[in-house]
Structure formats: C-alpha cells, structure tokens
C-alpha cells in the first residue's frame, strides 16, 4: 500500500507537537502529571500497552488476558485499601467514571420516592457534579472550613431518607483535607445511606502515609472506593479501579441487555469497546512495584510535601492552606501579613511559570452561606519532586520575592478590556444564553482567545479574576467556548 505520509514523517511531526507540550517528566508541571522519576516503568508500561494494542477489553471472555489483568489489579488494590473476599470491582478509565459509576450504582439502589439526593462537601470533585448532573440527582453541597475540612455534624445533618450517596474525599483535591470519613460513614450507616470514599488522588499514597486514621474498608459504613492507578499509582492515563463493598451492590453498577439482534451487551463500565492498553500498564506495574515500591514513592513524596510546607510558610506573604493530607499543597495570601508584604497566589503562580515551573490555580468561592474559601494555587507533589526541590524551592521563594505587594487582579481591570455596553448586557439578569461568537469575542478582549497552537497566556490571573467575578453560568460558557475553540480544526 502507498502511505500517503510517510511513517516517519508522520512521527516527527508528532515529535514537532509534543515538544510545544507542558514538560510530563522532570517535575516542573506540579499538577496533571505523576512522574514516578523511574525510567523503567515508562518503558514497561510503554510494552505492555503494545503486547495488548489490538485487544478489545470489551469482552473478557475472548480476550481471557483482560479477565485476569483486571482480577489481578482488583485484587492488589482491595488488599491495599482494607477490603475483604466481599470487596469486588472493576477497572475504568480513570477517576470521572469511577466516580459516575459509584453515584449510577447509588441512584439505581435507591429505594426511596422523588428525586434522589446526593450530598457531599462542596470540595468533593466535581465528577460528582457531573454525575448529579448526568443521573438526575439533587446535589446538596455542604460548605466547608477555612481550612478546607469539613464539620461532620454539619454534613451528618444533611443525611436523610431522601439521600442515595454521600461522598467524602482522602484527601479532597482543592486543600488536601481528609474528610472525617469515620464520623460519616457511621451515620450514613444508621440511615442507610451508602458511603463513597473518594480516594482517586490518594487512594495509592495514603496507605503509606503516616499518621493516618482508618480511612478506606477498615471503615465498617464505606461502600464504595474509587482509586486512580493513573495518579499514584504511577500508570498511564486512565486507568482507576471503582471497588464496592457486596457482590449485588457492584451488579448495580453493570448495564446489560439482550434486546436487540446483536450480541448480548453486557459492560460494567461506562464503555462498551475500550482499549485494554492502560490496563495492562497499571496491571503491570502494581506487579512490578508491588507494596514496597508503592511505599517507597510514597516515602519520597511525603519529604518533599514536608519540605515544600515548611519552605512556603516561611514566605512572608503566602500561608498554606489547613493541613495537607497526602501530597498535595494549598496555597493562599497570608491576610495576617501588611497589604504591603502579601503575595497574591495567582500572581505568584504566574511569576512561577515565567520562572519555569507550572502550578495550578484555583478559584475562590463563595459557599451557599455566605462564607468565602480563598483563591489558591495548587501543588501536586510526586517522587520526582525530592530531586528537584532544591530549583524548585528557589524558583518559589525568588517568584513571591517578584511579586509581593502587588495586588491581585481587580474584576473591573479585567472587564475594564471589554466594551461597555457589552459588560453591561453580561450584568444584566434579562440577558440572553451567549452564542459562540460573543463567547469568543469575550475571550478575545481579555486575551485569552486560543492561539494557533492551541495554548493559552502565560499569565493566567486575569482569567481567575474573571472566574470569581461573572455567576457560574456564564464563566462556564467561557469555559466551554475556550476549550470548543482550542481543538477545532484550523
């Protein structure tokens, strides 16, 4: 057959693509990204993806290797999470469908009238939003703590017949605060209300971690966990592991049918056919690290989140936020500091990047009673952290140095590069659902269209200041048009 590209040309233009990428090895992205800092397991995961590239993971029974892969994973993580022979599961695509998968099985289990409740703190994933949105839940969000945590007598006081799931997170992504999953789950068990542990970040780190109190299966009233092995469990992505406590609880969860002349259907997952690639990297990886490799990494993280605390509170200006659980750091303008001497996070996260180094920002928000969490920028910390620390810790502390005293983006400076009448239809209670065209005409005024390579400014702060300012609406009818733009043809 005549290619109508060469192959090879074909892999250097993928080569060209890929070096305008954020950096995936070498620590320098603090989010997104879990860099074990080990170059054999790239390339053992790399081949087994390649040993089962034209597998169909639909149907385990033809394709046997996938049954006993996914068993074998099953297997490791219910050991690892305190689950006994009652604990099953199912391997997905990674952490949004495990999470869709443990709200579907509670909605469908529910035995209750109306419409069905879902309740968890307002910092749980937003994958429960989506699944609320997608399986006809009401979500009922509790606010938290300044610190990230939530009372457990005041989410405890939300639980009611109405309720099909509650959901606590180990740790929450935004602060790292470990939910009080024991106070929790007891109640949710006098009400019976099952009780999902969210652990997809920490579900592969905080067995290891020290100082914990049971947290997964050791837990009598947890019935579902959901853990990504693409996270730290150092696989590519995705792949999770969605485990439920009961053999018909996790029937619940499978859509199966017989009632068209085609094969008889029956998948446990979202999926029908799906690749068995990233299910054979994280099956043999858990081979390969088993629980003392696990431990190890995790041994690295836990000292550079150690390291990287105490470094960032020793910044005038910035505090973290709470108590990180696991390693994952929250970081806020110390208000405690004079005006003059603060760091706004989003500036210094900007600062940061200029200096190499990629963190997260995240949002403030306003709760439903009135209380307000903070903007932050987040850190995700891995074991490739420990050797970089050193730049890493200068880069830190040399950005907030850049940018103390500069204060944060003001609404009004951002609207101030929109024309008035426009800003004044946004603000106006009567106005219209945005088209595309005015969507991307906001972009384009404050900045943030997407360029020929599909990226986005190097100074992201405008764009959060604009996030608190607009109602959730219409910021994520930005959103939504900012991403739609980025990947259309060009």
Known sequence: MQFVEQPADILARLDALRAADAPTHGGHVLSYVYDSGLAELDELAAAAIRVVQPVNGLDPTTFTSVAVMEGEVVGFARDLLGGDDDVVGSVTTGGTESCLLAVKTARDLWSGSGRP?????????????????????????????????????????????????????????????????????????????????????????????????????????????????????????????????????????????????????????????????????????????????????AASCERSTVALISLIDSIEGLRVVGTPVGPLIAVATDATAPAHRQVDPHHWADQVRAHGWLLQLQPGLVQSDGTQLPPTTHLTITPVTEGVLADLSGALVTAADEMRGVPGVAPADVFGA????????????????????????????????????GGLPDRMAPFLALVAALPAPLTERLLTELVARVVEPR
Not at 156 to 173: E, N
Not at 203 to 231: C, M, N, Q, Y
């Open 117 to 297: 409740r879902l309740v968890a703190p307002v910092t749980a994933h937003a994958a429960f939003q989506k699944a609320a949105h997608y399986f006809g839940l009401d979500l009922d969000l509790v606010p938290v703590e300044q610190d990230g945590r939530v009372d457990a007598a005041t989410l405890i006081a939300r639980l009611g017949p109405d309720v099909a799931l509650v959901v606590v997170s180990a740790p929450s992504y935004p602060h790292a605060a470990l939910d009080p999953i024991e106070a929790v789950a007891a109640a949710a068990a006098e009400w019976g209300i099952p009780c999902h542990v969210d652990a997809c970040i920490g579900g592969w780190v905080l067995p290891f971690w020290p100082g914990l109190e049971p947290w997964d299966f050791r837990v009598p009233g947890v019935t579902s966990i959901s853990a990504d092995l693409h996270k730290f469990g150092y696989a590519p992505k995705g792949v999770s592991v969605l485990l439920q406590r009961g053999r018909d609880r996790q029937r619940a969860q499978f859509f199966a049918t017989t009632r068209w002349p085609g094969y008889p259907v029956v998948n446990p997952t979202m999926l029908g056919s799906k690749s068995a690639g990233a299910l054979a990297a994280g099956w043999a990886i858990t081979h390969a690290l088993g629980r003392s490799g696990l431990a190890e990494l």
């Open 418 to 453: 929109l024309p008035h009448d426009l800003v004044a239809s946004l603000s106006s209670p009567d106005a219209p659902p945005l088209d595309s065209a005015t969507a991307f005409a906001i972009l384009a005024g404050i900045g943030l269209e997407s360029s020929d390579a």
